[in-house]
C-alpha cells in the first residue's frame, strides 16, 4: 500500500515541482509518503534554476538537497557541473558526474566522456570516455542542449584542452578534415573516430570558452 502511495506521488512529482508541495501540504500521510528517497530521486526539478544567482528559497534549498541525497540524477548533473567547472573541484565533480552517469543521465556521460578522453594518462581512461561519449551522442541533441544550457549560466574556474593527440589516427580523414569536406563529408560522417574529436572540439571550444 504505501509502496503504491510512494509511486503515485512519485508519479505526480515527476511531472511538477509545484504539484509536489501542493499535495504533501494536502494531507498529512501523504507528506510523510512525500519524505520518501524515491519521490526525490524522480522528481523534476525543472522549476528550480540551474545556478541560483541569489539564494533559493529555505524550502527550495531543502528540496534540492533532499534531490541530492537521494540521487536524482539531474541533482547529481547539477552538483557535479558546479563542482567541476565551477569550484575546480575535480574529484568531488568526477565522482557525481559519474554517479549520475551511471543512472542514466544522457548529459552527464555526455560531459564525463569528453572529460575522460581530454584528462586521461592511459588508454584504458580514453576508452572509457569513448564508451560513455558514444552511448551519449545517441541522443546527441538532448546531451548537448542540456550541457551547453548549464555551463551557459555558471562562472568557470575549470577548463579541459583538447587532447594534443586526436583519437582518429586515419590519415584520409585528417586529410579531408583539413582540405575540402565537401568532396568527401560522407567519409567524415562515416567515421566514428572523428565524430567524437569533433564533439570534443565543440564542447571545449565552443560551450567552455565560447569561441
Ligand atoms: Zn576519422
Not at 167 to 188: A, G, H, I, T, Y
Request: with cysteine; charged share 25%.
Amino acid at each position: 500500500m504505501i509502496w503504491l502511495v510512494t509511486t503515485i506521488v512519485a508519479k505526480v512529482a515527476s511531472s511538477s515541482l509545484l504539484d509536489l508541495f501542493n499535495l504533501k501540504q494536502s494531507c498529512k500521510s501523504l507528506f510523510e509518503v512525500g519524505q520518501d528517497d524515491y519521490v526525490f530521486k524522480t522528481v523534476s526539478m525543472e522549476k528550480v534554476p540551474d545556478v541560483a544567482w541569489t539564494s533559493l528559497s529555505k524550502g527550495a534549498t531543502f528540496f534540492v538537497r533532499r534531490c541530492q541525497e537521494s540521487e536524482n540524477p539531474e541533482a547529481l548533473f547539477r552538483l557535479g557541473m558546479t563542482e567541476y567547472f565551477g569550484h575546480g573541484q575535480v574529484k568531488e565533480g568526477h565522482t557525481l558526474l559519474a554517479r549520475a552517469a551511471y543512472l542514466g543521465y544522457p548529459a552527464a556521460s555526455y560531459v564525463l566522456g569528453i572529460v575522460l578522453i581530454c584528462t586521461a594518462t592511459d588508454n584504458q581512461t580514453i576508452l572509457q570516455g569513448v564508451e560513455l561519449l558514444k552511448n551519449a551522442l545517441r541522443l546527441k541533441k538532448l546531451s548537448r542542449e542540456r550541457t551547453e544550457s548549464i555551463i551557459r549560466q555558471m562562472w568557470l574556474k575549470n577548463y579541459i584542452d583538447i587532447p594534443q593527440r586526436s583519437l582518429c589516427s586515419n590519415p584520409n580523414c585528417s586529410k579531408v578534415n583539413n582540405n575540402d569536406l565537401m568532396d568527401d563529408e560522407e567519409e567524415v560522417g562515416n567515421c566514428d573516430a572523428c565524430k567524437y574529436d569533433e564533439e570534443i572540439q565543440l564542447f571545449c571550444n565552443k560551450m567552455l570558452r565560447g569561441l
